[in-house]
């Protein structure tokens, strides 16, 4: 009897040892889900935030390519006007002619002198696009690093992240191509 009695202890002891383990795991599993719904916010945080970035960027563009295409409608009306009055000068030759010249190409000196800053201006609008891009591309392998327990969003977000640094590689050349051929100093 007495045996029996130790044979069953056994169990029930080894029982009792088996259901705390399972008790144990259950709260790891518990907990890894956890932070598995965190992780998960916090990507979609992320998410969120680059395309806000990317739609803040493009609006950035837009801007930019008015800007252009309006400082290149500038320069257009300016060097045809500034040619023709150097024109008329050279075939009427009297003081007020000369000083009406002076005052007029001093007044295109100055537009000319302001369209370069405003190309400047541009010029350190891409270097913050730039800059941008740079802190974008920290912000992403930083949050590349904090996902690489899950492949499975690690290969979304990866194909996500090359798509928009293309288009944004992309948009930059395009910028700089259009600025450095309308804008060199004569």
Same mark, same amino acid.
Do not use: H, W
């Given at each position: 009897?007495?045996?029996?009695?130790?044979?069953?202890?056994?169990?029930?002891?080894?029982?009792? #040892?088996?259901?705390?383990?399972?008790?144990?795991?259950?709260?790891?599993?518990?907990?890894?889900?956890?932070?598995?719904?965190?992780?998960?916010?916090?990507?979609?945080?992320?998410?969120?935030?680059?395309?806000?970035?990317?739609?803040?960027?493009?609006? #950035?563009?837009?801007?930019?390519?008015?800007?252009?295409?309006?400082?290149?409608?500038?320069?257009?009306?300016?060097?045809?006007?500034?040619?023709?009055?150097?024109?008329?000068?050279?075939?009427?030759?009297?003081?007020?002619?000369?000083?009406?010249?002076?005052?007029?190409?001093?007044?295109?000196?100055?537009?000319?002198?302001?369209?370069?800053?405003?190309?400047?201006?541009?010029?350190?609008?891409?270097?913050?696009?730039?800059?941008?891009?740079?802190?974008?591309?920290?912000?992403?392998?930083? #949050?590349?690093?904090?996902?690489?327990?899950?492949?499975?969003?690690?290969?979304?977000?990866?194909?996500?992240?090359?798509?928009?640094? #293309?288009?944004?590689?992309?948009?930059?050349?395009?910028?700089?191509?259009?600025?450095?051929?309308?804008?060199?100093?004569?």
């Amino acid at each position: 009897m007495s045996e029996i009695q130790s044979g069953y202890e056994k169990k029930l002891a080894e029982l009792k #040892r088996k259901l705390e383990e399972s008790e144990i795991k259950t709260k790891v599993l518990e907990s890894e889900l956890e932070n598995m719904k965190t992780n998960d916010k916090i990507f979609n945080q992320t998410q969120a935030i680059l395309t806000k970035a990317n739609s803040d960027f493009c609006f #950035r563009i837009d801007t930019l390519n008015t800007v252009d295409s309006d400082l290149k409608s500038q320069l257009e009306k300016v060097d045809p006007l500034n040619k023709d009055f150097k024109d008329q000068l050279k075939n009427e030759n009297t003081q007020c002619n000369a000083k009406i010249f002076e005052e007029t190409e001093q007044k295109f000196t100055e537009e000319i002198e302001d369209l370069k800053e405003l190309k400047k201006s541009l010029l350190t609008t891409i270097e913050v696009l730039t800059a941008d891009k740079k802190m974008l591309g920290e912000r992403l392998a930083a #949050r590349e690093d904090e996902c690489m327990e899950s492949p499975k969003i690690c290969g979304k977000f990866a194909d996500v992240t090359a798509m928009e640094s #293309r288009l944004y590689n992309k948009l930059l050349e395009s910028l700089k191509k259009k600025l450095a051929p309308r804008y060199k100093t004569r």
